[in-house]
């Protein structure tokens, strides 16, 4: 079993920057695969980018190359998700999530979830 709480998000102007954080409960967080998702209003929950368990293999959404990177602290049990040049289409709840195991890309990949925060891009 494991918790995930997001923090970080907010409102940004387009072209700046967030750092959004998830910290993550017991100690085995280090044998889970982790990722961020994000759901913009009336669509599908959609890849952001995702992380191995030692987090040497990333993968990233073509939209973000670039322009995110996603980072683990296995020993401070922390997934973080760095976000430059931000652009109003990144305008969504972002959500962290785990699965026991090998990388996945898929949201139905991941069983465990975090509540989600919300980052706002202005024009």
């Known amino acids: 079993q494991v918790q995930l709480v997001e923090s970080g998000g907010g409102l940004v102007q387009a072209g700046g920057s967030l750092r959004l954080s998830c910290a993550a409960s017991g100690r085995t967080f280090s044998t889970y695969a982790a990722g961020w998702f994000r759901q913009a209003p009336g669509k599908e929950r959609e890849l952001v980018a995702t992380i191995s368990r030692s987090g040497r293999l990333t993968n990233y959404a073509d939209s973000v190359k670039g322009r995110f990177t996603i980072s683990r602290d296995n020993a401070k049990n922390t997934v973080t998700l760095q976000m430059n040049t931000l652009k109003p289409e990144d305008t969504a709840v972002y959500y962290c999530?785990?699965?026991?195991?090998?990388?996945?890309?898929?949201?139905?990949?991941?069983?465990?979830w975090g509540h989600g925060t919300q980052v706002t891009v202005s024009s």
């Open positions: 999530a785990a699965r026991s195991g090998i990388l996945g890309n898929n949201p139905s990949d991941y069983n465990y």
